[in-house]
């Protein structure tokens, strides 16, 4: 019998990335409330996050200090608009993040959701070129099976077949190069193809975007830092913009702040962040660019400023929140996740012997592998039968993967395997 909670749900709640006629017969799984890593059903059944919510929680449900930063800020000014006014989050964040890039990047743009986030650098990107005059660079490249999200400019440099068809003729026509995917092998290939691009477009392209070191929807694909590296000489030697989508990567998920420190090479001109920003607990999202192009915009004539806004911009709750997330990563949370994540890796190491899986990948606190004979509906059936395991997960495809909460310590890394194995066995047996 359907809970009348998920009942009144789909009747009024058109629910994202899904089929509503298939959530009649899998109702949305109501939740009363989060605590640490878990969620809790009206009926106290409990269920790990290990997706994190989307990719956006960082220390649990319901952290007493991202809550107390939140409530201090709501008795002082929960909100101002950021176009004639400032306020003291928005600007503390921008000048910490900054910081962390060496002052490289010293210029945040603030936005409400990863989406808005890469429509505002796409546009930056243009309108910069464009105030330098070089308005005929107006061409966007972006790699194979990437994702920057579902607004019309952000799913144009898109390549998730089941995301960006149906709007495809809404679209403008963006370069898709081939990615590099550790799996494959294929780093040299690829930089050889955008190599081959930029020669003879460069002219015409303002930026190459990219997630850097995982390719999150397209199955957590993952490639070495040394193509980053290369993609910024690249970029360089042909005098277009970078464009790096840490939204899904960003706040230590790869086992450093930014995923692009790896590169061990100069800053991207632009840097994206959301999601894990504000610790999974209220949206925002923000564009980090360079002084260059910052100062492109500066002008007395009014049209060639930077005229886009949302109405929550900058919000000082979300600021307030974002604020505290720093704090933790300034207590030492990045070493906290150096060694949680080898717990994470010790646990699954003998997945890599399972003959029903290839490809066991890491990437700090992202940890994915493949079905090889996943079957029908994999996604939906391996979901539900986690949640008899205490699990709360969703594959991409045949690729299972875990984000889960910075909250893993030994036994907590032996849950999961159990629970990820148990699963497994219900929904491919041996």
Known sequence: MMNELARRS???VWHPCTQMARAEQ???????RGEGAWLYDFEGRRYFDANGSWWVNLFGHADRGLNEAIKRQLDTLPHVMLAGCTHEPAVRLAERLSARTGGALG?????????????IALKQSFHSWRNRGRGDKREFVCLKNGYHGETIGALAVTDVAIFRDAYDPLLMRAHIVESPDSRLGNEAQALAAMRALLAERHAQIAAVIVEPLVQGAAGMVMHAPSYLKALRELTREFGVHLIADEIAV????TGTFFAWEQAGTEWPDFILLSKGITGGTLPLSLVLTTDEVYRAFWSEDV???FLHSHSYTGNALACAAANAVLDRFDAGQLEANVQQSALLAEAFAPLADDARIVKLR??????AFDLKNPGERFAERFHLAARTHELLIRPIGATVYLMPPYLIDAATAAFLFKAVLATLDDVCPR
């Not at 899998?26 to 009363?32: E, H, N, Q, W």
């Not at 210029?107 to 989406?115: I, K, L, N, P, Q």
């Open 250 to 253: 960003g706040c230590g998920r």
């Open 303 to 305: 049209t060639r400023g």
């Open 26 to 32: 899998l109702p949305p799984l109501p939740i009363a």
């Open 362 to 367: 890491q990437r700090g606190m992202i940890l």
């Open 107 to 119: 210029h945040c743009f603030f936005g409400s959701d990863g989406a808005s986030a890469v429509e």
């Open 10 to 12: 789909l009747d009024a």
